[in-house]
């Protein structure tokens, strides 16, 4: 069994709730922009895709990957993203497909694989939720009631942070969380996610006033480029420093730019992030309220008018 998943601390829950009932899966990281060239390297294998949302751009290619694969091999998909427009959940060629916009992944992927909310492994269901902001369905909310909510969330803090502190790609540490996750151990029992968690913390402080110091304003929509912080981070202190409703912050790598936009009364970003970064030869998408794009490297300030442009349509 092959495990994709989301490097943020919503993919890395779901996967390690799939790993808890699947011990001998392999766990990969990927994103919407490389899920394709992953499903293109697997061949006669059990695959689990959580928290990838399916981009545009490349829909039509990863259909007929599900399609290849879930041939001859299982291919289960569970993601909270929306849809691309036109395309509708009975159309996915999957042998398992949950889709809800609603809740987070690691939710999704519970209530499938274990369903009680008493179940000791729903804490970790809950680290998932809290880190994406969606600790407030219904069903995580009665799952809440079995556990003492200032511990859990003490524990949702320390994995989220360690997760921002060990970097975007450090994915041998993400990949032994997810395996440490999956036999439900505390984040607060081992020393160097405590000290990752404690050391974002810190500097935390200091990059909000490097966000401040740097940020620009284009119309309604503020952004950063290139500030060593976690780009979700980065992109919403750009709005709230910027005082505008769209924050952008964008790292640069070899050809191409990598961006989080996050948002404040919208619930159409995904929308206006895909259409801006579709202009711009890029792709993008999330949800309505955070998203992400990657664009050619020369075409930022392209996406930031353009970002302005969409909002006020």
Known sequence: MIILAHGDCDGICSASIVLSKFRD????FTNPAGLLNDLKQINGEDIIIVDIALT???INDILYEFKRISSSNKLLYFDHHPLPKGLDINSIPATFTSISSEGCASELV???FIGDPSNDMSRVMLYGCIGDYRDNTPFSKETLEFWDKRELYFEAGLLIEAIEGSGKRNYDFKRDLVSYLSFNKLP???ED???LAIQEAI???EMKFIVKSNVKTYGDVSYVLDVPWSLGKAAIYARVYGKTTIGVAGECRRNYIDISVRCIKLN????IVSLAASNVDGIGGGHGDSAGARIPIDKFMDFIHKL????KC
Do not use: C, D, G
């Open 25 to 28: 899966s392999k766990v990969f």
């Open 193 to 195: 996610i405590v000290k």
């Open 56 to 58: 545009p751009m490349f």
């Open 110 to 112: 519970y209530k499938y």
């Open 188 to 190: 607060s029992a081992r």
């Open 268 to 271: 159409n970003l995904n929308e």
């Open 308 to 311: 302005n442009h969409y909002l």
């Open 203 to 205: 500097r935390s402080e």
